[in-house]
């Protein structure tokens, strides 16, 4: 079971970019997919997390500015970023709360992707 995420890079404030995530492996449901971002020397944080009903939830400090959104028939989790800032500058790490099999465990579980490294910058 992990999670893969694609996207990060190097954007100008203003700019934008997308990122994904894809969980594979034994995994039979999926309830709740997200996104939370860590900066040097600051503790994760939430950024936006969906449910498998597509109930969306944000921190106000991204509101109106980015939108997460999921594809169920891929375990994918999508994070559109618009309007970046400086201050956005941060490792994203990718979460998931699932059902799913580790070595003949079958349970609920909070998945972690490795991260990727946003960096919003002139």
């Known amino acids: 079971v992990q999670l893969v995420e694609s996207g990060g890079g190097l954007v100008q404030p203003g700019g934008s970019l997308g990122l994904s995530c894809a969980a594979s492996g034994n995994i039979f449901n999926i309830y709740v997919m997200g996104w939370y971002r860590q900066a040097p020397g600051k503790q994760r944080e939430l950024v936006a997390t969906i449910t498998r009903g597509v109930g969306t939830n944000y921190a106000d400090s991204v509101k109106g500015r980015f939108t997460i959104s999921r594809d169920n028939s891929k375990n994918t989790v999508y994070l559109q970023m618009n309007s970046l800032k400086p201050e956005d500058t941060a490792v994203y790490y990718c979460?998931?709360?699932?059902?799913?099999?580790?070595?003949?465990?079958?349970?609920?579980?909070?998945?972690w992707g490795q991260g990727t490294q946003v960096t919003v910058s002139s």
């Open positions: 979460n998931t709360e699932a059902l799913a099999e580790i070595s003949g465990d079958v349970r609920r579980r909070s998945l």
